[in-house]
């Protein structure tokens, strides 16, 4: 089975604190993403990486920072995390192309931290 | 830009009962997926709905895809209580470009 997990489940912060947030993925997917996801708002992209050291910006890339220094880790980073960060984080992993005998590419999500900014 | 719009937003139903949620989106896509969400968890994916007119049942649960309308429906018949969740429908705008826009959710309760 294909697991995704994240380094915390909750998390409280206080702001202009620098905020770590660490994915893992252990299926050598290419890509990686991160979400937030707020009530009525739905999954919002902030950032992904379909390669090592490649990112891309999403819907809401700002006050957000990635990296990908391996393939299966994507680490998401707040540099000076703010009360509207606040949030349930999200973070998933994809393969590039069909794969398992399926012809579409899965999308699989990590359990999500819940970030407070205080 | 892909828009992907979900109604409604919340649902409170009644055991027994049938209902559907649809999940419309404004660009050409054939490749559609549904999730659910139980209250403090992860998206589970439910369904792949890969071509137009395709649809998929598991339980009370089953899903279909129009494309030419941009439109697909995931109805709920005889709700029972373990189908509470928040439900996400999902569009991939251009296969290979790997990401997925997500719609706003609906969140089903039903009641006993």
């Known amino acids: 089975d294909v697991k995704v997990t994240q380094s915390s489940r909750y998390l409280v912060k206080r702001t202009g604190e620098k905020v770590f947030l660490e994915c893992v993925q252990d299926m050598d997917h290419e890509n990686m993403f991160w979400y937030r996801q707020d009530p009525g708002l739905g999954l919002r992209l902030i950032y992904f990486?379909?390669?090592?050291?490649?990112?891309e910006k999403g819907d809401i890339p700002e006050g957000y920072s990635v990296s990908r220094e391996k393939k299966e880790r994507f680490s998401l980073i707040l540099e000076s995390a703010s009360t509207n960060q606040t949030s349930m984080y999200l973070c998933?992993?994809?393969?590039?192309?069909?794969?398992?005998?399926?012809?579409?590419?899965?999308?699989?999500f990590g359990p999500g931290t819940r970030l407070t900014v205080l | 830009e892909l828009k992907v719009e979900q109604n409604p937003l919340f649902l409170s139903m009644q055991e027994g009962k049938n209902y559907t949620i649809y999940c419309n989106y404004s660009t050409t896509s054939d490749r559609l997926y549904w999730y659910r969400q139980d209250p403090g968890k992860s998206l589970e994916s439910l369904f792949v709905?890969?071509?137009?007119?395709a649809v998929k049942q598991e339980g009370r649960l089953m899903a279909s895809l129009d494309t030419k309308a941009r439109l697909s429906t995931l109805h709920i018949t005889a709700a029972v209580h373990d189908l509470s969740a928040t439900y996400f429908c999902?569009?991939?705008?251009?296969?290979?470009?790997?990401?997925?826009?997500f719609g706003t959710g609906t969140r089903l309760t039903i009641i006993p």
């Open positions: 998933a992993s994809r393969p590039s192309g069909p794969s398992g005998g399926r012809s579409y590419n899965e999308q699989f």
């Open positions: 709905l890969l071509s137009n007119g």
């Open positions: 999902a569009v991939e705008a251009n296969f290979g470009n790997e990401k997925l826009t």
């Open positions: 990486s379909y390669d090592v050291k490649m990112k």
